[in-house]
C-alpha cells in the first residue's frame, strides 16, 4: 500500500512537471492546441494530487499535514485546484503558465523532504489541527495566485510604462483582468486565512489551554494576516491597486514562504507545532 | 476673347498651415461662417479668373488663378488678415506660384502636409471646397481640372506608397493599448479635448469598441458640439475638463494649444478622488498638451503620437522612405500638369494663327464679292469653301509644326518663331 502511494507521488510529480512544461511551450508558442493538452493535463494533476492525499490519509487515519512534505503537497493541491476553480469563473490570458510552474516548484520541494509515513504524536490528533492547517494552506493557495497575477501584472504595466514592447506584452493579459484577479484572490484568501487563525487558536486552546501564545508562529501568522488586511482595506477604501496591489501580492507571498519555512520545516528540525 | 498670352496668368496660392501659424492665428481666419463669404470676396480680388477656399483646423488655403504679381499678393494677404493686416501676420502665411502652387496643393491632398502623415480626412475636406467653389461659379478650365487633379494625385500615393497605414495605425494601436490596460471597452468612458480632426481621426477604431459615451470638452463650444454630435456624445465648456477627466477612462487630446494644458499636478488629485482607477491619456497634438510627466504617476498611462506610432512596426525609416515615394509621385504629378498648362499656353497661339488666317479670308471674300453684285447664292457659298480649304492648306504645317513635340523649352520656342513670323507680338491682337 505504501509503496502504491510512493509510486502515485511519482505520477503527481511527472504529470505536474509535464504540465508545466506543456503550459511554457504554449507560452512560447501560442499555440492552441497545446493550450488545450495543458489544461487536460492541470486537470488530472489536481486529481492525482487529491488521489495522493486521500491515499495518505487512509494509512495515517489522520489528514496528511503531520509533515513538512504532506504540508507542502497540500499548498500545491490547493494551489492547483484553486487556480481550477478561477479559471473556471475568469478567463487570465496565459494564467496557467505561471501557476503551473509554481505547483511543480511547489511538489519538487515536497519532494525532497522525508515522505516517510510517521504516526503523528498524540498532540497533532486533534480534528482542529487539520482545520487550521488546511484553511491556511488553502489560504495560502488563493495568496499564491494573487503573487503569480502580481508577478504577471508587474511585467506586462513595465511595458506599458516604459513603451517598449518586448516577449511579454502580447502574451500577458490586461492590466485590469489581472488586478481583479488580485481582488478576488485577496477576497478569498483573506476570508479562508482569518478562519485559519480562529481554528489555530482554538487548536491552541485544546491543547495548551490558552487561546493565544506570543510564539514566533503566531507573530508570523498575525503579521501575515496584517499584511492581508491592509491590502484589502487599503483596496476597497482609497483604491489601492494596480502596481501598489501587486507589489503587495508579492511581498506578502514571499512573506508567507519564509513563514512556512519557518513554521513547516524550521531550520533546526522538528516543525509543525511539535515543540 | 482677352489676351492669353503666355503666364498671363498665375496660379497663385496663399496659406496658413499648423506648422506656419500657431492656433490663435489660424482662428482668426479659419472663418468659421464656412464658405459662404470667403469665395465670393476672393472672386472681387482684381484680376481673380478662378478661386478655391480651403479651410481646415489645421490650414487655411486659398487657391487664386488670375493675374499674377506683388498687387495680387497684397490683395491676397488683406484677404487673409482684413484689416488687421501687419507685417509680423504677413509672416505667418506662405506663398506658392504656378508649379509650386501645383506641387503643395498635391501635397496636400496626399496628406504629405498634415499634422498626422497619411490621414485621410484632408481628401473629403479638399472635395467638399471644391463643390462649395464649383457651385459658387468660382472654378474654370485650370481649377476644374487642377482639383480633380489633386485627388487622383492622393488615391494614387495611398495606393502606391504605405504613407496611410501609420495613420490608421493610430488609433488601432490606441485601441490595442487600451485593451491592455481595461481588458475590455465596453463601457468605458471616452473624453476628447480639442475637436479638431485629429480628435475624429484617433476615434476611428475607438467607436467599435462599444464604448459607453463620448464626451467633448474644446475652447469653442459650437465645435465641440459640431464634434460630439457625430459620436451621440456629448459637449461641454472648457471649465468643466477636470471634473470631466474624473469620469473619463480614456483621454485623447488634440487641441492647437502652444504649451501643456493639463499638468501633473492636476492630475494627482483627480487620481485620488477616481480611487485610483486606472486613466489612459493620448496626447497627438504636436506640440503637446498633456505634461509628460503623468506617465509617472501610478495607474496613468500617458502615450504621444510617436509612442502610438512606434508600437506598429512602421518604422521611422521605413515611413521616411514611403514619404520620399510619396514626394516622388506628387512631383511626378506637378510636371504633367505643368506640361498641360503649358499646352493650355499653346492653345491662344493655335487659335490666334487660325483666327488671324480666317480674318484675312474672310476681309478678302468681302472685298471681292462687293464688286461682283450677280453673284449667285451658291457661288457665294463656293467662293466660302474655296477660302477655307487654302486656309486649312496653309495653316496645316504650322499647326503640325507647333503640336509636334512636348518637350517643355522646345514647345516655347515654337510658339515664340510662329508669333513671330506672323507678327503677333508686333501688333494689337486681332479680337
Not at chain 2, 491632398?109 to 461659379?137: F, P, V, W
Amino acid at each position: 500500500m505504501e509503496r502504491m502511494t510512493y509510486l502515485l507521488f511519482d505520477a503527481v510529480l511527472a504529470v505536474t512537471l509535464l504540465t508545466a512544461v506543456v503550459y511554457l511551450a504554449f507560452f512560447i508558442r501560442q499555440n492552441s492546441g497545446l493550450r488545450h493538452v495543458a489544461r487536460i493535463l492541470m486537470m488530472v494533476s489536481g486529481v492525482l494530487q487529491l488521489l495522493y492525499i486521500f491515499a495518505r490519509f487512509s494509512i495515517l487515519g489522520v489528514i496528511p499535514l503531520t509533515n513538512p512534505h504532506e504540508a507542502v503537497v497540500f499548498f500545491a493541491c490547493a494551489t492547483t485546484w484553486a487556480y481550477l476553480t478561477f479559471r473556471w469563473r475568469y478567463k487570465v490570458k496565459n494564467f496557467g503558465a505561471f501557476v503551473s510552474l509554481l505547483v511543480a516548484l511547489l511538489l519538487l520541494l515536497a519532494a525532497s523532504f522525508p515522505t516517510a509515513f510517521a504516526p503523528p504524536p498524540p498532540v497533532l490528533r486533534s480534528l482542529w489541527l487539520p482545520a487550521h492547517a488546511g484553511l491556511s494552506l488553502a489560504a495560502y493557495s488563493f495568496f499564491s495566485l494573487a503573487f503569480c497575477g502580481g508577478l504577471m501584472y508587474l511585467l506586462q504595466e513595465r511595458e506599458l510604462k516604459t513603451k517598449r514592447f518586448g516577449y511579454f506584452f502580447s502574451r500577458l493579459p490586461s492590466l485590469d483582468a489581472l488586478d481583479q484577479l488580485n481582488s478576488h484572490c485577496l477576497a478569498i484568501g483573506f476570508i479562508l486565512l482569518t478562519m485559519g487563525i480562529i481554528s489555530g487558536s482554538l487548536w491552541l486552546s485544546q491543547v495548551y489551554g490558552v487561546y493565544w501564545r506570543w510564539g514566533e508562529k503566531e507573530v508570523s501568522s498575525v503579521v501575515i494576516w496584517l499584511i492581508y488586511l491592509l491590502q484589502l482595506h487599503q483596496r476597497f477604501t482609497v483604491g489601492w491597486r494596480g502596481k501598489r496591489a501587486a507589489v503587495m501580492a508579492v511581498i506578502g507571498f514571499a512573506i508567507i514562504v519564509l513563514t512556512l519555512v519557518l513554521v513547516v520545516a524550521p531550520p533546526g528540525g522538528a516543525g509543525i507545532h511539535g515543540n | 476673347m482677352a489676351t492669353e498670352t503666355p503666364l498671363a496668368e498665375h496660379i497663385v496660392l496663399v496659406g496658413v498651415n499648423h506648422t506656419t501659424a500657431p492656433v490663435e492665428i489660424r482662428e482668426k481666419i479659419a472663418l468659421a461662417t464656412g464658405y459662404d463669404q470667403p469665395l465670393p470676396a476672393l472672386r472681387q480680388l482684381p484680376g481673380c479668373r478662378e478661386c478655391f477656399f480651403l479651410s481646415t483646423c489645421n490650414r487655411v488655403e486659398a487657391l487664386i488663378v488670375g493675374a499674377g504679381g506683388n498687387e495680387a499678393a497684397q490683395a491676397l494677404a488683406a484677404f487673409f488678415f482684413g484689416n488687421e493686416l501687419t507685417e509680423s501676420y504677413a509672416n505667418f502665411l506662405y506663398r506658392y506660384e504656378e508649379a509650386a502652387a501645383v506641387s503643395h496643393l498635391f501635397t496636400v491632398a496626399s496628406s504629405l502636409d498634415s499634422m498626422i502623415i497619411g490621414e485621410t480626412q484632408i481628401l473629403g475636406q479638399l472635395k467638399a471646397a471644391y463643390r462649395q467653389a464649383a457651385e459658387a461659379g468660382c472654378t474654370g478650365a485650370v481649377l476644374n481640372r487642377l482639383l480633380p487633379k489633386s485627388f487622383t494625385v492622393a488615391k494614387r500615393v495611398r495606393s502606391e506608397t504605405g504613407i496611410g497605414l501609420s495613420a490608421v495605425s493610430i488609433s488601432y494601436a490606441a485601441v490595442e493599448l487600451a485593451k491592455k490596460i481595461f481588458g475590455s471597452l465596453q463601457g468605458k468612458n471616452v473624453l476628447l479635448i480639442g475637436a479638431g480632426e485629429m480628435a475624429e481621426l484617433a476615434m476611428e477604431h475607438l467607436l467599435n469598441q462599444k464604448i459607453a459615451a463620448v464626451t467633448v470638452v474644446n475652447r469653442t463650444l459650437a465645435r465641440a458640439e459640431a464634434l460630439a454630435e457625430r459620436f451621440h456624445g456629448q459637449a461641454v465648456a472648457w471649465p468643466e475638463l477636470l471634473a470631466r477627466i474624473e469620469t473619463a477612462d480614456i483621454v485623447i487630446s488634440s487641441t492647437g494649444a502652444t504649451g501643456l494644458i493639463l499638468r501633473k499636478e492636476d492630475v494627482i488629485p483627480i487620481m485620488r478622488r477616481r480611487r485610483n482607477r486606472p486613466l489612459f491619456f493620448i496626447d497627438i497634438a504636436v506640440p503637446r498638451d498633456l505634461d509628460p510627466a503623468l506617465n509617472e504617476l501610478a495607474n496613468t498611462y500617458l502615450y504621444d503620437i510617436d509612442d502610438l506610432g512606434g508600437i506598429v512596426d512602421v518604422n521611422r525609416g521605413e515611413r521616411e522612405k514611403e514619404a520620399v515615394k510619396a514626394r516622388r509621385i506628387v512631383a511626378e504629378e506637378t510636371e504633367k500638369f505643368m506640361r498641360w498648362r503649358r499646352s493650355l499656353a499653346l492653345n491662344p497661339t493655335i487659335l490666334q494663327l487660325r483666327r488671324h488666317i480666317e480674318d484675312i479670308s474672310a476681309r478678302e471674300l468681302a472685298k471681292t464679292t462687293a464688286r461682283m453684285p450677280g453673284l449667285s447664292e451658291a457661288d457665294y457659298a463656293a467662293l466660302e469653301r474655296m477660302l477655307a480649304a487654302v486656309a486649312g492648306k496653309i495653316l496645316h504645317a504650322p499647326l503640325q509644326y507647333l503640336k509636334q513635340g512636348d518637350a517643355a523649352p522646345e514647345q516655347e520656342n515654337k510658339v515664340d518663331v510662329i508669333r513671330r513670323v506672323f507678327g503677333f507680338d508686333d501688333e494689337e491682337p486681332v479680337s
